[in-house]
Every structure is written in C-alpha cells, then in structure tokens.
C-alpha cells in the first residue's frame, strides 16, 4: 500500500473552491489539460441539459469526434431534476451540482486511473485509507487485482457488485464498460466484515471510475473497443461534505450562507427550527445555485422544457419561502448571495448579474400574483357548503397556482374541513410519471440512421458568403432517413454536397431555397440545416434522376437570400436601438430571420409605448439613410470581446468567430448573411410589438423588399375602406370612431330595451311568488334573458315583493346561438341577515347542470352547459329553498 503522511488521519478543512481547484491542478500536474465547464444547455438535441460530467465528451465516447487532448479534466456544472422530492429532504440529493472529472481518450486506462484516484483521494485530500471502500464489477478482475496488488488496498474492503451498480451502459446498444466505485466510511471502526454499501448511513460514494472498453450490439453482444477511454466522476458537494465533517452536504461551504440568508430573511435559526422549516431551507439554498446558473446560461422562464424547469425551481423556491415565513420578495438578494459565492469558479455569473436579478425579479412578481389568485381559489373552495377539499382540487392548487398541499391542508383545517391527501399523491404520482416519461437521459446510440451516418461525411464547405451559385458533387442521399444510391422523380431527399452557396438554418436565420440541377436533373430545394457543419439540403426531385458521386450545379433563389438578408441586418439594427431607446441591459432571448419578416425576443419589464416604438424606428430608418457600409471580419473571439462585440445570450461560439460591424452603431457575432451598406435595406418597419412570457417581448419588424409588400397591402386595404365609406383617406379613422360611438349608443339602448323586457316579464310573474311561511318564494325558468337582463329582473321584484322575499331565475339566454345557461339568486336583506347566501347557492344549483358560479351574498350568478337539466335543478332549489325559508 502506498505511504500516507500521519496528517491523513485527520484530512484537512478545505473549502468548496479550495477542492475543486485541488482536483484540477492534481491532474493537470498528470498533463490533463483543463477544460472550462460547459453550458448547462448542451449542444446534443437529444438532451434537455447537461446532466452529467461527461455529456460534453458524448461525441468522442461515440467515435464520432476527435478529441483535441489525449487527457483533460473539468469542474462541470450539472442539472438534473429527475429526483427533486427527494432535494432537501436526503443529505445528498441536488437539483444542481458540480462534477469533478479526469478523461481519458484512448490514452491512459484502469491502472493510471486507479492509482491516480488512490494517490488524489489519500495524499492530496488526504484521508484515512481506513476510511475508503472500493466497488468494482463482479466480473472486473482486473481492476479487483489493480486494487489489491497494485494499490495495496485490503481486499476484505473491495466488494465485488452486480452490473445494476457497478457497469454503466448509455442505453441498449454502444460504448459501455464496467465501473469502481470509491466510498467513505463514516463508521470503519464496525469493521470491515459484511460491509454493506447500501448503507447510506454509513457509506456516501464520492468518486466513480468508469472504464469504457465496450461495444454492445444489437444482439447485447460485448465487443472490444479499439480504443478505451476513462469517465470519471467526484461530486464537489460530496467531498465537501467529507473533508468539512459535515453531517450533509448542505451544511457545506458551498450551500450554507444560502441557508443562513434565506433563514435571516425568514427570522428563524437553522439550527434550532424545527424539521419542516430546515428542509425548506435547504429547498431553498439549492434551487438558488440552479435557477442563477440556469439563467447565466441563457434559460428564460417559461411553461415549455429549460423554461419550464426554470420556472418550476423559481416556484418551489417562492413556496417554500412562504412557508417558512419569508412573505416579501426575496430571489434576487438571495442570488446575490449565490453569485458572490461561485464568482471566483463561474465569472460570468457577475458579467450576467444585472440579467439574473431582473429575471429573478420579474418571475418572483408574476408568481406572487399567481398565489393571490390560488389563495382567491382555495377560499371559494371552502367558501361552498362541502366537508371535503379532493385529492384533484388540492393539486390543482399545488401544481398550478403553487400552492402548498401543508398550507391547504392547514386553512381548510381552520374551517373544519378536511383534506384528500390520498387523491392529492395518485395525481403527484401521475405527475412524477408524466415528468419521467418526458425525461430524456444521455444516449450515445443515435437514433435513426441519419443521425449516425451524417457523421461520415467530411464537413461542407460553405461558400454563400461570397456567391449564390456554385459547382459541386453529390456525396450523399438520404430518403426516408435512409442512405440511399439515387432517387428519383417524385422523391422527398436530403442531399449532401461537398460545397454549397445554400445557407443552412441557424441563428435564428431560415435556411436557403433554391434548385440543384444538372444535365436532365431538377431538384427543389425548399430548406437547408446543418448537423456537425455538415449541410443537409431538403427538396424534392423534380425531374431526372439524383445519383451519388455525380456533378450538379447548386442555386440559391437570389429574391429570396436578398429579403432574408435584409431582415439579418435589420435585426441588428434593431438591437442596437433597443439598448439605445429602451436599456442598455435588454438582449436577445430568442429570433427569426425570414424572407418575409424578422421577429426579436427580448427581456423587457412592461410593453413599449408607442412613443419608444416610434424612436426607435425613426433611428433605424435614420442608420439606413446615412448609408453605413458593413464590415464582417474574422478573428479570435477574445479579440472580438475587446473590441466590444456584442455575444448572443446562451449563444455558444469557438475560439475564431465572425463579427459583423456597423461602424459606430453595432458590432455582433453572427454566421448569418448580411447586406453590404445599410442603404440595401431602403426602409425599416415595425409592424408589431407584444408579451409572449414573463418578462420577455416580441417585436415582428420589416426591411427590404418586404416594406414594399406591406406598404402595397395596406394601400389596398385603405382604397376598399375609402370606396365602402364613400370618404377620403384621412377621414377613415374619424368614420370609424363614430361608427363605433353610434353601436356603443345602440348596445346601449339594446341593453336598456332588453332588461325592460325582462323586467316586465319578471313583474308578470310576480304572481306565481308563493309563501313560505312568512317568506315570499319566486323560482321560475326564464328564456331570452341574458345575465345582465336576469339580474336587474330579479333585484327590482325583490324590491317589488318586499321583506323576506328570495327570487331564482333559470333560463338559455339565446337559443339560436348555443344552449348555455345562466341562473341568478336574489335575496332580501332579511334572509342575508338570517344566513342565507345567494352566492353559496346558486352555485349548487348550476353545479347540477355542469356548471358553477357565485357572488355576493344578496346577488349572485352562476352558469351551466347542460340545458336538458335546467328544469330538474329549478325544481331541486325549489325543494331546497322551501326547506330552509320554512
């Protein structure tokens, strides 16, 4: 066994940036070569974010890529939300966290793995080899022997395990390898005789070695990978925990001031509150460290994938928040924390500060609204005459107005209503499995044919820069997804040229349309993507037949390239207004870049007036007439950062990039095709602007040619109002101002006939009221009477039939139109003050037509969907209200 100093017996303290900055530099000393954490939005489609350490290097374990070191190592920030019941509630469960890892690609394998996990663990963290126990695969000798032999580890403390725990695969077919595991012992004076590691009170592994030297087939055949690579995996959080002799990992360095903050925040001590309130708080500390780092990396708020993952952490956060008392808005002094905690490991969470704050802030708002209105919804529950909140009922709070199922459960106790816990969890559960089924893990296989063998074909050379037209060579086809020879007429393909002048879709750009032809040949081209740099074009063979390896000549539609390129220029024209007119903070959350029309996202705290609207086109029109040429130069992206180019939120970019500059007005990186001068554009257009989420605006603008076609379509549409109106063009808006002040005179006096009517009927049934008691009882169905019409009825006959009086009205307002109904209660102020109340009512009478209401307890409505009821339930409140008025 390797020596250890007499300090390992007692491991230093080491805080969370001293640990991640020892593992680094442990193996950059072993010529690992750093690597800086990827985003948490990865490259690979097939995975919503990044959710393990080695999601970065998936292309290379999959041969499809060459690494550019034989070695590396990172600190790699990770999400995952698979388990989140279980964040606050375990000692070592996260939403986010941080995973160390040292790769090898085809370099070094078990052996160097092993000792340097050994030699990193016992002398540089330097704990107690008494304290480690070692997993490997039941059927992994060699590495057993590494250990034993090797290492010197006693082999009472290496425990041979199944492939469930101890062989990692990516899915049902390629790279996979068996695994050891490292755990610590917080217990080994127990010994080391039946150790069992499932014993999480025990054991907490820390540090996994995956040793990928398989190739599993179709059949679940193993086959020798050519070249074998080293994954491995230290929880930062882990460690701490370990080296800081914390009891979990959430009293560490790394989460506590969080905790502390946010128990500051709340008036209550951690240490001594009560079990409830410290889960909360650790609830609390973790989500923030995933919410700041998801929107560092360029993730919004919304109700669709990262956004919704977003958005529900921000949620969880704000309830648990309420829940121990925090009732102010609290998120962005709690990322502050956050940030000034991880600054030194992620510098962009202070160069995105201002971004994090004001997402946090704007989200908090809108939620705390949302709660009002399930607080709103929870006392109209318990407002009806009911013993029992469902299962349904509190989950509909919970999952949609965020509201907690312990808050719940506590007012509808105050009112001596009870709760059904057991129907809340079955749709939890159903929940969880939704959340599981959608839920994508990492998968190194690739599905579908084209997605692996687009892969080997050497990267298309793009040449739409400079031209529209070019020669080149088909070198692949793929119909139905399948690599193919030839195809012909009639065909829906995807082709693959060796050069193209066809731009493929990215940036918010659209894709080039255009034909690729020969000799006899004439294919369509109507989008073009790209995957790895490799050009896909999509079409159809119009004529001849399409064979690989022959000659064709490839043109883009220029009327089409010339529009898209317009609205490409225009768009950053527009950004650069944006910042000017609006804020400087406002930047892209998302774009489109079309032949017809440009669309920009952009965070914003409230709509623009029209006044802003105005400004800033006034400004882009001002930039195209003062004919600023366009520089687009290629350079080292810290160059162009120097420079003072703008990067697009959550855009990723290599070490060379693309700057495009308009002199003294914007300088962006950007791949996209752009006009020379700014004159091309002619005139630039905005023709909407809206909210499509929390914080985040759109505004749809025009430029180029297109202007012309907007301009020509409002032209006609003003000569057809002119020629209906028998007026002049700059008469229109004042026709139709009064044409909208003589319908408004018109419903009104409508309105005014109609409750008449109504109330001459009502007073004609004023006779039918009968006597209950020394009450007075009118319920009657009444048809043709809208809402309004029914209620202004039913308060005059109150008024009519004196003290102690109670009036119902049930009727289909139009039955030409459809067959809703509507049902109204009045009551005397009598009746109100002996306890009855319209509002709770009537409601239970819509109820038995499908429907429901309320209102204030003299008056209220209620609607229904079922008309084949209607007299059944006028029947049952009859029955009802005899009851309680005898």
Not at 301 to 328: D, P
Not at 511 to 522: M, P, R, V
Request: with cysteine.
């Amino acid at each position: 066994m390797q020596k250890n100093s007499s300090s390992s017996m007692n491991p230093p303290f080491l805080s969370g940036d001293e640990i991640r900055e020892a593992f680094i530099n442990f193996f950059i000393q072993h010529n690992h070569r750093k690597l800086a954490s990827s985003s948490l939005i990865p490259d690979d489609p097939t995975v919503l974010l990044t959710i393990a350490g080695m999601l970065p290097f998936k292309p290379i374990f999959l041969g499809l890529k060459e690494s550019s070191t034989p070695r590396a190592t990172s600190s790699q920030k990770c999400i995952r939300t698979n388990d989140i019941e279980n964040v606050g509630r375990t000692a070592r469960h996260h939403t986010f966290f941080e995973m160390l890892g040292n790769f090898s690609f085809g370099d070094y394998f078990k052996k160097e793995a092993i000792q340097w996990a050994w030699e990193l663990t016992t002398e540089v963290f330097q704990l107690n080899p008494q304290n480690i126990v070692i997993s490997v695969f039941e059927e992994d000798s060699e590495a057993e022997k590494i250990w034993k032999e090797v290492v010197g580890v006693d082999a009472k403390r290496i425990i041979r395990m199944g492939a469930s725990d101890n062989f990692w695969s990516s899915g049902a077919t390629g790279p996979c390898g068996p695994c050891s595991e490292l755990y610590f012992d917080f217990k080994p004076e127990l010994g080391s005789d039946g150790i069992d590691l499932e014993d999480d009170s025990r054991f907490i592994e820390f540090y996994n070695l995956v040793f990928m030297q398989y190739n599993r087939d179709l059949e679940g055949n193993l086959e020798p990978l050519a070249n074998c690579h080293i994954d491995t995996g230290m929880g930062l959080e882990r460690m701490a925990q370990i080296l800081q002799k914390k009891s979990n990992n959430y009293e560490t360095d790394l989460i506590f001031p969080l905790i502390e903050e946010a128990a500051l925040l709340a008036q209550i001590t951690y240490e001594t509150t009560n079990e409830k309130n410290t889960t909360s708080l650790k609830i609390i500390g973790d989500h923030c460290r995933a919410v700041t780092h998801l929107i560092c990396d360029g993730v919004s708020a919304s109700n669709l994938g990262r956004g919704y993952i977003l958005r529900r952490l921000i949620r969880r956060m704000i309830r648990h928040g309420r829940l121990v008392g925090i009732n102010q808005p609290f998120l962005p002094q709690l990322a502050e924390v956050a940030i000034e905690l991880m600054k030194n490991a992620y510098p962009q969470l202070l160069e995105k500060k201002k971004i994090i704050l004001n997402e946090l802030k704007i989200e908090e708002s809108r939620f705390l609204e949302t709660l009002e209105r399930g607080e709103k919804l929870l006392a109209e529950i318990t407002a009806h005459e009911c013993n029992l909140i469902s299962g349904a009922q509190a989950f509909e709070l919970y999952d949609t107005y965020g509201f907690p199922l312990e808050l719940t459960e506590e007012i509808a106790n105050e009112k001596g209503i009870s709760v059904d816990i057991n129907g809340f969890e079955r749709e939890m559960a159903k929940q969880r499995k939704r959340a599981k089924d959608a839920s994508v893990s990492i998968d190194l296989t690739e599905e579908g044919s084209i997605e692996r063998e687009i892969s080997l074909f050497a990267e298309t050379r793009f040449e739409g820069y400079e031209k529209l037209e070019t020669t080149s060579t088909v070198i692949g086809i793929f119909k139905n997804n399948e690599l193919v020879k030839q195809a012909v007429q009639g065909d829906l393909v995807k082709i693959i040229v060796n050069r193209t002048p066809f731009y493929a879709e990215s940036g918010g750009q659209i894709g080039d349309k255009g034909l690729i032809t020969s000799q006899d040949l004439e294919v369509s081209i109507d989008n073009v993507r790209k995957k790895k740099n490799i050009f896909i074009h999509s079409g159809i063979v119009n004529t001849g037949v399409l064979k690989v390896n022959s000659p064709v000549q490839m043109n883009v539609t220029p009327s089409f390239r010339q529009r898209t390129t317009s609205n490409h220029t225009a768009t950053h024209l527009l950004q650069s207004a944006l910042k000017l007119s609006i804020d400087s903070s406002v930047s892209q959350r998302g774009s489109l870049v079309s032949n017809d029309r440009l669309r920009f996202d952009f965070n914003a705290p409230k709509p623009l007036t029209i006044k802003e609207l105005e400004d800033m086109e006034v400004r882009i029109n001002q930039w195209i007439t003062e004919d600023h040429p366009i520089q687009i130069k290629t350079m080292p992206i810290k160059e162009a950062m120097v420079a003072g180019a703008l990067a697009m939120f959550g855009e990723k970019y290599g070490d060379v990039v693309r700057v495009v500059d308009v002199p003294g007005v914007s300088m962006e990186l950007c791949g996209g095709t752009h006009v020379t001068r700014t004159s091309q554009l002619g005139t630039f257009k905005i023709i909407n602007e809206a909210g499509i989420a929390s914080g985040i605006r759109r505004i749809e603008a025009i430029a180029g040619p297109s202007v012309l076609d907007y301009f020509n379509e409002r032209d006609l549409v003003v000569k057809e109002l002119t020629k209906s109106f028998k007026v002049q063009s700059y008469e229109i808006v004042e026709r139709v101002s009064s044409l909208q002040q003589e319908l408004k005179d018109k419903t009104k006096e409508l309105i005014k006939v109609k409750n008449e009517l109504a109330l001459a009927k009502a007073l004609g049934l004023a006779s039918y009221a009968k006597s209950v008691g020394h009450s007075k009882l009118l319920i009657r169905r009444l048809d043709g009477v809208d809402g309004s019409g029914l209620q202004s009825a039913a308060s005059s006959l109150i008024d009519h039939l004196g003290k102690y009086s109670a009036v119902v009205f049930g009727g289909i307002p139009n039955q030409e139109i459809d067959n809703k109904l509507v049902f109204v209660a009045a009551f005397s102020p009598d009746l109100v003050s002996d306890g009855l109340h319209a509002g709770k009512f009537i409601s239970g009478v819509a109820k038995m037509c499908g429907g429901g209401g309320g209102g204030r307890p003299n008056l209220a409505q209620a609607g229904g969907s079922q008309p084949q009821s209607l007299d059944i339930a006028l029947e049952k409140a009859n029955e009802d209200l005899t009851q309680q008025l005898s």
